[in-house]
């Protein structure tokens, strides 16, 4: 097996120290063992992602002599390849389409705290045999949400942090394509995974919760899930997570 490590910064700002400590590992770890390192740039943040931004995170990787074997990669150079994996999902019965409003997601939500339940979507438009699903709105535009499995669990070998087990009923149904049929970023990273052939994400601990529902996602896929490792954050003289406002 060849290693195939990746770097995923999102083009905000400059390369700061979480990031460029995360490129080091996953450089590292692929050169240790003659592996690839990939650079892709996760800039579906339109509103703050910058050409400015980043030709900055090349440039500083290219300073600390990060140099990556393939990419850069562009999320929104494969927008087309996202809807493509959507309506497969749709197709294949592992995510379906969902008429909430965000207004009546929350109002749902407030129900379930009210009573000492953990806030979450209900499944309301989830289809089961025998089911019988609300009348479509007119006119309104659904979001696509991911079929998350029910019962069982999911558990990896996390290569930092050992042994992880998350039960599935801790997941609610996750929103894998907007109104507008854009995707989201935790579905957009299980498709660049997959299709980069990434063998191993190491990335900071901020992201243990997106790792089950990933996982769960690459295996409707019937895709191999990747060997995580989850770092610790790099935290401030306030304890609190090391970022830009800290002038890192």
């Known amino acids: ?46 509103e703050r992602s910058t050409p400015e931004a980043v030709q900055a995170i090349i440039d500083g990787m290219q300073w600390l002599g990060l140099h990556h074997d393939e990419g850069p990669f562009y999320q929104m150079q494969r ?20 008429y909430c409003t965000p ?10 705290r009210a ?10 438009w989830r289809p089961e045999p025998g089911k019988t699903l609300p009348a479509v709105p007119e006119g309104r535009k659904p979001v696509v949400r991911f079929r998350n499995p029910l019962d069982g669990e999911v558990t990896w070998e996390d290569a930092v942090k ?13 929103i894998i394509a907007r109104p507008d049929g854009t995707p989201t970023y ?21 992201h243990v919760n997106n790792t089950p529902r990933q996982i769960n996602i690459l ?11 989850h770092v610790p954050m790099i935290l401030g003289a306030d304890g609190e997570k090391l970022s830009k406002r800290h002038g890192a």
Not at 186 to 206: A, E, Q, S
Request: aromatic share 10%.
């Open 115 to 124: 009573a000492g339940e953990k806030p979450r979507y209900d499944g309301t």
């Open 79 to 98: 927008m087309d390849r996202y809807r493509e994996v959507v309506a497969q999902m749709l197709a294949a019965g592992t995510a379906y389409h969902c």
């Open 1 to 46: 097996m060849t290693v195939r490590t990746r770097f995923a910064p999102s083009p905000t700002g400059f390369l700061h120290l979480g990031g460029a400590r995360t490129a080091l590992f996953a450089w590292a770890y692929a050169r240790r063992f003659e592996g690839v390192f990939i650079l892709r740039i996760e800039d579906t943040d339109l």
């Open 219 to 229: 295996k409707a896929l019937g895709a191999t899930p990747p060997i995580y490792g």
């Open 162 to 174: 050992g042994p992880i087990t998350i039960a599935n009923r801790e997941m609610d149904d996750l």
């Open 103 to 112: 207004d009546e997601v929350e109002a749902m939500r407030e129900r379930q």
């Open 186 to 206: 935790n579905f957009c990273v299980v498709v660049d995974d997959w299709d980069m052939k990434i063998t191993h994400v190491i990335r900071g601990d901020d």
